[in-house]
Each structure stands twice: as structure tokens, then as C-alpha cells.
Nanobody
Framework: QLQLVESGGGLVQPGGSLRLSCAAS????????IGWFRQAPGKERERVSC???????????YYADSVKGRFTISRDNAKNMVYLQMNSLIPEDTAVYYC??????????????????????WGQGTQVTVSS
């Protein structure tokens, strides 16, 4: 059974950093596109960053404009782990962060998958609070 479990959230001051982790089990991460999404109180879930599978011809990484230059998505296929390094955090980054994975769709780029929330498997989320 495919499972994703996030960790690493917490309270951080503005300007600080956090690294979120997502442990994947029940499938081989290499063949899956990965993504991070977030949902703030009273707001819809929004995309943060997505990356194509290791075997994809797409081979791209997508970042929302609001996090570009501050966040970095990465994966360790050997450990079946997904990460989101978050630097220069601001209060607007406060949200529950979700890890997602999907086998992908022929002809659809990872950017489109990210924009359209086309991910089938989701974790339970981890809270990130940026406050002084």
C-alpha cells in the first residue's frame, strides 16, 4: 500500500529555515513525480513545488512564484525520501504542508500536474508556523 508520511514541521521565526521530509513506502519512488503543496487556514490548498520522476523525459522541476529562490525540492531514491528545504521563511508561509506522489500522465508535464493538483497519493500533512 502506497503511503507518504511527512515530518519536520514546527515553529520558526521569520527569516529562519526548516527542512520537511516525506517518507514514502509501498512503491519505488524513482518512477513517481513528487510534489509539495500547502494549505493555510481559510484558504484553498496551493502548489509549492513539484518534480518529475527520475525516469521521466520531462526532467523538470516547478516552483510557485511565491517560493522561487527560497525553497528547494529534492529526493533520495535510495532512501525513498522526498525533501523540501525552506529558507528565508516569512509569515505567509504558515500552513499545513503536504507531500504528494503520482506515477504521472503521458503527455502531461510535471508543471501541469502541479498546477492542476494531478497527484493521486497524499500524506497527512505537517504544520509549519512562521512567527516571532
Amino acid at each position: 500500500q502506497l503511503q507518504l508520511v511527512e515530518s519536520g514541521g514546527g515553529l520558526v521565526q521569520p527569516g529562519g529555515s526548516l527542512r520537511l521530509s516525506c517518507a514514502a513506502s509501498g512503491f519505488t519512488l524513482d518512477y513517481y513525480a513528487i510534489g509539495w503543496f500547502r494549505q493555510a487556514p481559510g484558504k484553498e490548498r496551493e502548489r509549492v513545488s513539484c518534480a518529475s520522476s527520475t525516469d521521466s523525459t520531462d526532467g523538470s522541476t516547478y516552483y510557485a512564484d511565491s517560493v522561487k529562490g527560497r525553497f528547494t525540492i529534492s529526493r533520495d531514491n535510495a532512501k525513498n525520501m522526498v525533501y523540501l528545504q525552506m529558507n528565508s521563511l516569512i509569515p505567509e508561509d504558515t500552513a499545513v504542508y503536504y507531500c504528494a506522489a503520482d506515477r504521472g500522465h503521458p503527455g502531461i508535464t510535471v508543471q501541469a500536474m502541479c498546477v492542476l493538483n494531478e497527484f493521486a497519493s497524499w500524506g497527512q500533512g505537517t504544520q509549519v508556523t512562521v512567527s516571532s
